[in-house]
């Protein structure tokens, strides 16, 4: 029998959260109802199913086109018959946006990329009754990046590559070396002194989270935005978040090793959260500088004080997860050379990000008082 420890943990969302899953949502499945202010996501089939004969010609004859200004049309189609289905909130910026989509024209000669601007990338969900969920792989990958920079601070490791004989004066060509000889990953198994079924990591599994009663999600723009309080030329994206406030449940196992499998780095389920806050805590006091010359208040970090402050490296522990959590929060410390692209094809390396990405109520806000910083959230240990 193998021995194994297993807690029930809840993650708390303190500011909105996007966690890809490669979908958004198409344009034959969705419009956006001026009046009740909500994304209406619908069943394709059964909406079409519901369609009169009249209306199905029409439908099939706008989908053989293909085109950019066919889905134009599609978003006419829908938006007239206005079917039921799942309701989203949505941002005040977005049904604007919605309102100028329906009236652009045909003969538009930047329909293309308006249309394209205005896709909506989804969170995880579950695909049998749709509600939001976080895969445990998501979290996992949040804990071991975070355990390993923790555990590489710790032992001082820095610029792991002079290790491996890499310090070329051209960062440019440390950068790609770096990537082709797989140093990270070689800094990673250094660390955790093994591989595949000799990792550590492989005794550490996190189930699926789901929610804790109704778990909304709202549509927001992210903008990017650079740390000097300057414009960032990057696209805004629109996506769909987990509200801040939503709770998710999960099960958390961690396995003893059997002796002779080969794992000769190990540790506690206790130590494993204490060194993810840590390395947490030193992303968020860095960000909360950061936002701060943009006149932004770090709502994630005031929230976080509020509601587990006392409780903090004994059953509450922060965390990042999810789309734009930031490079420094999925790279090593003191060993990272982050790739910064400064237009004109003039290109950087260096040991930080200079943008970062903010959730907005508009794609182009006039102030940065609404901003909030993506992706964070505290795990809570609750038996």
């Known amino acids: 029998m193998i021995d194994m420890i297993t807690k029930k943990f809840r993650l708390h969302i303190l500011t909105p959260v996007n966690i890809g899953c490669d979908e958004v949502y198409e344009p034959t499945s969705f419009y956006i109802d001026n009046d009740k202010k909500k994304l209406i996501s619908f069943e394709p089939q059964e909406f079409v199913k519901n369609l009169n004969e009249q209306d199905k010609r029409k439908l099939i004859q706008i989908c053989s086109k293909g085109t950019i200004p066919s889905i134009l049309e599609l978003y006419h189609f829908i938006n007239r018959l206005k079917p039921s289905g799942r309701e989203v909130e949505v941002s005040s910026g977005l ?102 079924s000799k990792d550590p990591f492989s005794l550490f599994k996190i ?21 000097d309080g300057r414009n960032a030329s990057g696209p805004y994206q629109i996506l769909e978040t987990l509200k801040e406030g939503t709770v998710f449940e999960g099960i958390v196992n961690l396995s003893v090793p059997v002796k002779g499998r080969g794992i000769r780095h190990t540790f506690t ?91 907005s109520e508009e794609p182009r806000p006039k102030n940065a008082n609404s901003l909030i910083p993506l992706g964070w959230a505290v795990v809570e240990v609750v038996g």
């Open 95 to 196: 049904i604007k946006h919605y309102q100028q989509i329906l009236a652009l024209s045909i003969r538009d000669r930047n329909l293309n990329n308006k249309i394209n601007q205005f896709t909506i990338y989804r969170t995880a969900y579950n695909s049998y009754n749709m509600m939001p969920i976080i895969p445990g792989s998501s979290l996992k990958g949040a804990l071991r990046t975070a355990y390993i920079s923790s555990t590489a601070k710790e032992q001082e490791i820095v610029n792991y590559w002079e290790r491996h004989g890499l310090n070329p004066r051209n960062k440019g060509v440390l950068y790609n070396r770096i990537k082709k000889d797989s140093i990270a990953k070689k800094l990673e198994q250094d660390i955790l002194k093994g591989t595949f």
């Open 269 to 359: 389920l206790e130590e494993l959260l204490i060194k993810a806050h840590g390395y947490f805590a030193r992303r968020l006091k860095e960000e909360i500088e950061s936002v701060r010359n943009l006149d932004v208040k770090h709502k994630g970090g005031i929230r976080a004080n509020s509601l587990f402050k006392e409780r903090f490296k004994k059953d509450a522990f922060l965390i990042r997860i999810g789309r734009h959590s930031g490079a420094e929060s999925v790279t090593i410390e003191g060993n990272r050379l982050i790739l910064i692209r400064r237009g004109n094809k003039d290109k950087d390396y260096l040991d930080h990000a200079t943008t970062l990405y903010l959730a």
């Open 207 to 227: 189930s699926d989270l789901t929610p804790v009663g109704d778990a909304a999600t709202k549509i927001l723009y992210a903008i990017n935005r650079k740390k």
